[in-house]
């Protein structure tokens, strides 16, 4: 059974940080690429960030390029996401996601991150 279990999220200050984590089990992890996604309330499912299955390349959105970093310890089977100078625009549901092929592709439940003063 495949489990991508996400945990770090909760509430912080406007400028504050957050480290996320997204474990996985019951897929073979170096063989995917992994991603982080977010939803806010009454938007689309946005990318954050995408690192490749040996960690050599990351992509990151605009909206959090210079303040989070994507990255991942493929002996922990573990991704994580640093949030630094966090904004409330930043507020919302964030998922990870594992990516081998279209059949091979598994989502988290998703943590919650609320930035607010």
């Known amino acids: 059974q495949v489990q991508l279990v996400e945990s770090g999220g909760g509430l912080v200050q406007p400028g504050g940080s957050l480290r996320l984590s997204c474990t996985a089990s019951?897929?073979?992890?170096?063989?995917?690429?992994m991603k982080w996604y977010r939803q806010a309330p009454g938007k689309e499912r946005e990318t954050v960030a995408v690192?490749?299955?040996?960690?050599?390349?990351?992509i990151y959105a605009d909206s959090v390029k210079g303040r989070f970093t994507i990255s991942r310890d493929n002996a922990k089977n573990t991704m994580y996401l640093a949030m630094n100078n966090l904004k409330p625009e930043d507020t919302a549901v964030y998922y990870c996601?594992?990516?081998?092929?279209?059949?091979?592709?598994?989502w988290g439940q998703g943590t919650q991150v609320t930035v607010s003063s």
């Open positions: 996601h594992a990516y081998q092929t279209s059949s091979l592709t598994f």
């Open positions: 690192i490749t299955p040996t960690g050599v390349r990351t």
């Open positions: 019951g897929i073979t992890f170096i063989r995917y690429t």
